[in-house]
Nanobody
Framework: VQLQASGGGMVQAGGSLRLSCQAS????????MGWFRQAPGKEREFVAV????????NYAGSVKGRFTISRDNAKNTLYLQMNSLKPEDTAVYYC??????????????????WGQGTLVTVSS
């Protein structure tokens, strides 16, 4: 199984970025998928999750209204559209596939597969 995250970079506060996560080696459409992030010196935290069908989503309070998670099961790809970025959004962002049967989970321990991460830096 491989989850390849991309799309990170440096952006000014108020700007936007779109992260992608290309999945291979698993039946992508059967997994709920999530985005997590880890800022320097901090623990990993939940950002967003989407059910296998794409119908259900959930967000951390800190990103709700600014970030949108989506997926294209035909392309085996997960997305995270990030708008109105803030310096506190600076982190390495990871995509992850949840344990089959788990939905809308926010606990990283319920995820089986992780991508390598992509760095997002937001300058003030």
């Amino acid at each position: 199984v491989q989850l390849q995250a991309s799309g990170g970079g440096m952006v000014q506060a108020g700007g936007s970025l779109r992260l992608s996560c290309q999945a291979s080696g698993l039946t992508f459409g059967s997994y709920s998928m999530g985005w997590f992030r880890q800022a320097p010196g901090k623990e990993r935290e939940f950002v967003a999750v989407i059910t296998w069908s794409g119908v259900g989503t959930n967000y951390a309070g800190s990103v709700k209204g600014r970030f949108t998670i989506s997926r294209d099961n035909a392309k085996n790809t997960l997305y995270l559209q990030m708008n109105s970025l803030k310096p506190e959004d600076t982190a390495v962002y990871y995509c992850a596939a949840a344990t089959p049967g788990w939905h809308m989970v926010v606990d990283g321990r319920s995820y089986d597969y992780w991508g390598q991460g992509t760095l997002v830096t937001v300058s003030s």
